[in-house]
């Protein structure tokens, strides 16, 4: 009895009262029409627009209202592709920093993992953190040279991983190029019926096409693309013809990004069309990744901007370190041009209608969280998407491919993940490093306090 009157009096008090945010007069940008809605006030009330009008909102002594004259209202940014459980406590502030609000992480290494991943969801909802969805451990096999992997080989073994991910109540699986093609096979069913999409790299001894045909919701990384629609022989002799580096150390590192030029040299384009048919009827999404591809350049990357600002300064001294030595020089000389083949894929994926998520796979080196996402979205426009479309691939695709309702959109009922611009990133894609103050969950950040919250995080690490 107690307990009903107390619901009806909550209720009567939210249904009267003022909203905990307005942001008055502001542009809001839809990203999927490209269309802008000028001198609009957006009310937020328990983490969730409530209405977005151009009507006046009445607001009370204790809402929050943001003056958004001048600025550009865009959904909160997605980094699809990271790697940042161990590292959170420094990597969340910067994503905030930067206006990302979601991630999704692709494997860690702690044991732990699980009850770390469930920490950090409660703190998204908290409106502290970006909200993440993540698989836990990869699933693969033996030779996948990653701490932390599952090894799956039988049936068997698939099946009691997809338990494992099911009872963890992880939100996908991610597998490998070290599973075995018995075991991939079945997981994909037995994952299916679990009813946890299957994301990831392509499995060794797996073609592309069999992957998308058995439904794999994201290809990682153009490398698998190139697998799909390349001829191996030719592969194969273009990667033995290469001048090797006069260099010791690494030839693995060395082997492998003479693979990756020589695949891109051996497509066959009318293939790579038929592959990005295939994974649009299927609705196989693709993460290019094009930040980590140019990682083969280290110096280059070490030098995006606003790197230096997303890093300790002991992490910015090794990287910086590595990238001057004469082995990254002979690792970029050996990948050579990387720019070209990605403009060529992502041209293909385009006209086929594939859709493309902004992924950075922070966690590997020369690549600072946050600002790898910005710079991902330029990279995009540089390959071939418009600046509507880099948008799409960081907000509303996302939030469809992973099919998470009320994510990605700024109308009444959504959630209030939102990034407030100074300029309109329609006319340059770089505007989006130009931030104003982000909201996740209802949760106002100030730029000022968020970057000192990333001050705090890197001095901390650097203790
Ligand atoms: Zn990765």
Redesign the pocket.
Known sequence: MFDSIALLLAALVSADAHPDLIIENVTVLEVESGEKLPSRNVAITDGSIISVSSEPVESGENSLVIDGQGKFLIPGLWDT?V?SVTNWSWHAPLFLAHGVTSVRN??TSETEGYAIIREIKKQAARGEAPRMIANGFIVGGAEDPWDGVLEVVTAEDARKAVEMHRQNGMDFIKVYEGISPEAYRALMEMAEEAALPVDGHLPGRIRTQEAVMLGQRTI?HGIAFALGCSDPNKAEALQASYERPALAGLPGLIEFMLMLRAYDEARVEEDCVALARLMSDHGTASVPTIINSLTADAELSMATPGQREALPSSLYAQWSEMAASPFSEAVAKARGPVMSPIRSEIATLKEAGVTILAGT?L??PFIAPGVSLLRELELLVEAGLSNREALEAATTAPAKVFKLEGLGCIVAGCKADLVLLEADPLESISNVRRISSVVIAGHYHSKSDLDRDVLQALDAEDR
Do not use: A, L, S, T
Request: proline share 0%.
């Open positions: 592709h790697h692709m494997h990682e796979d966690g590997n």
